[in-house]
């Protein structure tokens, strides 16, 4: 099972380097802080304290709690959307061993332990900062959604999809790839013998079937 691929943030605070570098230190301090202790128990003092920097310099750079989330999270996506753009031939694949390697990719990073922890705090504080949901939502999925559709459209077999659906696709692309993987490992009952390779093949079997009538299985 493919777990360990996830971008982790450097080791180390930066004592020196460009406001780039820095800026990036906080933010993936940040969302380490978010993804251990939920975004209730976060706050902006531990996560100066984790980044090395004051309290201060933070709200220079962003108003709220939930404004840094945001960027933590945007930080996040920029990374994943990055690497699998990135997938050596990607272009030149067939649409189905391109969705596999996307797959294989996306799968990833959606069953690392750290992302398991985060999921399971924005669902469990979804209620007391309905904000929350939104926010994750529009910085993660519909991005990684736009990342698919645009990768759908470069294929002759599904030419005859209108751009609204293949948004709508790749929506349920991502929903059928991770949902039931990340259910059970949320519950913890994910098998040890999960074969994860084996998971992505059946979903893209599936989903090629179902957009393509069968044509591109």
Not at 15 to 28: C, F, I, P, Q, V
Not at 56 to 85: F, G, H, P, W
Not at 169 to 193: H, I, Q, S, T, W
Request: glycine fraction near 6%; charged fraction near 25%.
């Amino acid at each position: 099972m493919a777990t360990e691929t996830t971008k982790k943030p450097k080791v180390g605070r930066p004592k020196a380097g460009t406001e780039t570098e820095r800026s990036e230190y906080l933010l993936d301090s940040a969302l380490t802080i978010f993804m251990r202790q939920g975004y209730a128990n976060a706050s902006i003092a531990k996560i100066a304290a984790a980044a090395g920097v004051s309290t201060r310099t933070i709200y220079e750079r962003y108003k709220n709690k939930a404004e840094l989330m945001l960027a933590s999270v945007d930080r996040l996506v920029d990374s994943d959307i990055s690497e699998m753009q990135g997938i050596d031939n990607l272009a030149t694949m067939s649409c189905r061993d391109g969705l596999i390697a996307l797959g294989d990719t996306l799968l990833a990073k959606v069953m690392q332990p750290d992302m398991i922890s985060f999921y399971r705090m924005g669902v469990a504080e979804a209620r007391q900062f309905p904000e929350l949901s939104d926010l994750i939502e529009n910085s993660g999925p519909q991005r990684i959604y736009q990342m698919l559709a645009e990768y759908l459209s470069g294929h002759d077999e599904l030419s005859g999809l209108s751009a609204t659906d293949r948004q709508r696709a790749a929506a349920l692309f991502l929903e059928m790839l991770v949902a039931e993987p990340r259910n059970k490992a949320l519950f913890g009952c994910l098998a040890a013998d999960w074969d994860a390779r084996a998971h992505v093949e059946f979903v893209v079997k599936v989903f090629l079937f179902g957009i393509a009538g069968g044509s591109s299985v």
